[in-house]
Structure formats: C-alpha cells, structure tokens
C-alpha cells in the first residue's frame, strides 16, 4: 500500500515517515520545484534498482542525484574551484550539474558511468527530505515514457501501489525538468534546456556551448535517446495561423490565452496552455495539458507553435518530443 501524505505547510511539513521509508530502503516520491522525484537513498544500489523497475526505466538511462547544499556536492562528486562561485549562485534551484563521481556513488545511480548528475533542489519540503535521509537518487516520477509529473494526482496516476510513500505537496512551480549542465568538458555544455535558460548561463558561465544529439551519435546525456514527456493520442505542432482550421473540429487546440482570444475567440475545443505574456505560466501547465488530452475523447490534439528564445526555448524543447514519434 502506498501512504500518500498531504502537506499544508511547506515550512513545516511532517515527513517523518516518508524519511523512514527512505532510510529503509523503499521509495518515495517527492515534490521538488520543477517536477516530482521519484527518491532512494543513493549510497544503497537495492534501493535504486528499485526506481528502475517501478518506473519501467532503461538500465542505461542514470539518475539525479539531489543534495541540499554545495559542500554536499563535494561528498559525492569532484567540483572544480573555478565554478564554486557560479554554481553558489544558481543553487538551490532548477538546474543540474553533470561532474565527476566519487567512490561512494554506486554505478547503479549512474547507469556505468563515471560521472553523475548532482541537483540542489530549492522546495522546502525536498531540502527537509534530503537533511533527513541523506543524498536522495531520483528520476522524474512518472511511469517511463508519460510526462513528468507536476502534481500529486499525476503521480498517484503513475505509481499508486508501486511505491512506499508519496509527498503532495501541491503543483511544482516550474512544471519542466531542470537545466542540465555538464561541467566535466573544456567549457560548459549545455545537455537539456531547462528553467534556467540558455541566456542566462552564458551570463553566468561566460560561454556554452549547447548540446544537439546528431543522427547515429550515442548521446551525451543517455535519456535524450528516448521519446518522453508524450501523450498517448496524437500531437501536432503547428503555426499559430493554421490553428483556425481546427475550430470547433474533433482536434482538441491547445494554445495560449492570447491566441485564442486574437484568433479563435469563439472556438470551444480549446485548452488553455498559459500566457504569451507570462511564459512561465506554459511550462508549469504544459505536462498536465499533454496528460489532460488523452483524458479527452478528442481525436487527437494540435499546439501551437511557440517561440523560440528563454523559457520559450526549453518549452519548444519539451514540445518537440512530445510531437516526435520515434
Ligand atoms: O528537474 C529534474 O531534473 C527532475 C527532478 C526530480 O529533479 N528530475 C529529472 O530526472 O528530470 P530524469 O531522470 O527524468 O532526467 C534526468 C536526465 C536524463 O535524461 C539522464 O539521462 C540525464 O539526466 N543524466 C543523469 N545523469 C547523467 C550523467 N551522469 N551524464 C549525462 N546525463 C545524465
Ligand atoms: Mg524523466
């Protein structure tokens, strides 16, 4: 049975359990402030076979590793002097950093690798979690291969029965997964666009070089490979122009406050995806939207296409797997 415990307080929540779980080696999914984690202890290999089986996740495809502080980092992996500073300033938060493990890392949280991705998590109930029970593993907490979960409803859909314990904690703030960084190259490469945007890394780090996964090249960050974050039925992206063939049709149009009141205001088959004007407002609803279509009896669903800088940038990230069908 699955003890799903409801926070009110952020600041004081009562997660005794949920750390008990953890230091006993079961599972535990947790809010953070972009998506909900799905936790073991990540010193006990058992523990974090686990997180691999109840997920349905490749054995090739490793896990974050979410501490809650920048000594902490230096526990488990070798951080360079020259970042200190910079990662001081973008931590906790949305962004994880690919480095090179220690010893007491075991190859199970990495997939084989040498080196591991480390996240300082900023959500209150995260940072207790992890001052309770130690460096938590963690993959998004979906089932592989569905959107990551942004609220608690998404991950009972997914792992009710199949996990120990899940934290509700209420709807993630940022609603897509973290930047990942890798810190291991000559200069920082960027593997996965995230909340904290190509923009400002490169004010923060100088230059970065972002990373496009070619044709037949084994990727550098080993989920890329994989088709993620999809709904079920059938996702189109198109033009914001091409939406108004869509209206009122048996294709659910997901689009922007904006759009449809400039363009479709009298349309019905709309689903609101969040405002032009407030980007953020996309990524924190955008996985629920894609969860929502196949709740729908809607043919299949078209998005509009959004552009591309910022935020906009890791959020056409996101939306061009979901409509990719490989
Ligand atoms: O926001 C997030 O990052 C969420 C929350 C729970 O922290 N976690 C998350 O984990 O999105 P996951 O497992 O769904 O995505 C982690 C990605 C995968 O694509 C994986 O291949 C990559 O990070 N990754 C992990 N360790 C790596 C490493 N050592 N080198 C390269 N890529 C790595
Ligand atoms: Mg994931």
Redesign the pocket.
Same mark, same amino acid.
């Given at each position: 049975d699955t003890k799903i415990i409801k926070v009110d307080d952020l600041y004081n929540p009562d997660i005794s359990y949920a750390c008990e779980v953890l230091k006993s080696g079961g599972l535990v999914a947790?809010p953070?402030?972009?998506?909900?984690?799905?936790?073991a202890t990540a010193t006990n290999p058992e523990a974090v076979k686990k997180i691999f089986q109840v997920k349905g996740?490749p054995a090739d495809?490793?896990?974050?590793v979410?501490v809650s502080s920048v000594d902490e980092i230096e526990n488990i992996a070798y951080l360079s002097e020259k970042y200190i500073d910079i990662i001081k300033k973008v931590t906790p938060g949305?962004i994880?950093f690919?480095?090179k493990?220690k010893e007491n890392i075991p190859s199970e949280?990495?997939?084989g690798?040498e080196?591991?991705?480390v996240?300082i998590?900023a959500h209150p109930v995260?940072q207790k979690l992890i001052n309770c029970s130690g460096p938590i593993a $963690? #993959?998004?907490?979906?089932r592989s291969g569905k959107p990551?979960p942004t609220d608690a409803n998404a991950v009972i859909e997914d792992l009710n029965g199949l996990v120990e314990c899940i934290i509700d904690a209420g709807e993630c703030a940022?609603g897509?997964?973290?930047t990942?960084v890798?810190l291991t190259k000559d200069f920082p490469v960027v593997?996965?666009p995230?909340p904290i945007t190509l923009e400002e890394l490169t004010q923060l780090f100088g230059v970065v070089e972002f990373y496009q996964l070619k044709e037949g090249e084994k990727?550098? $960050? #080993?989920?890329?490979k994989?088709r993620?974050y999809a709904p079920e039925k059938h996702l189109e992206l198109v033009d914001q122009s091409a939406l108004l063939e869509y209206q009122n049709t048996d294709v659910l149009i997901l689009c922007t406050k904006e759009t449809k009141e400039r363009l479709i205001p009298n349309a019905k088959n709309v689903y609101i995806i969040g405002e032009l004007s407030k980007p953020y407002t996309i990524a924190q609803n955008l996985y629920r939207s894609f969860r929502d279509i196949d709740k729908t009896n809607y043919k299949y669903a078209v998005i509009e296409k959004l552009p591309e800088y910022g935020i906009f940038f890791s959020i056409m990230n996101r939306i061009k797997k979901a409509v990719s069908k490989k």
């Open positions: 947790f953070t402030e972009t998506v909900y984690g799905l936790g996740r495809n490793p896990l974050i979410h949305p994880t690919v480095l493990k949280v990495t997939a690798l080196t591991v991705g996240r998590p995260a $963690a #993959p998004s907490a979906n990551s940022f897509i997964e973290s990942i890798d593997l996965r995230g990727p550098l $960050a #080993p989920g890329m994989y993620h």
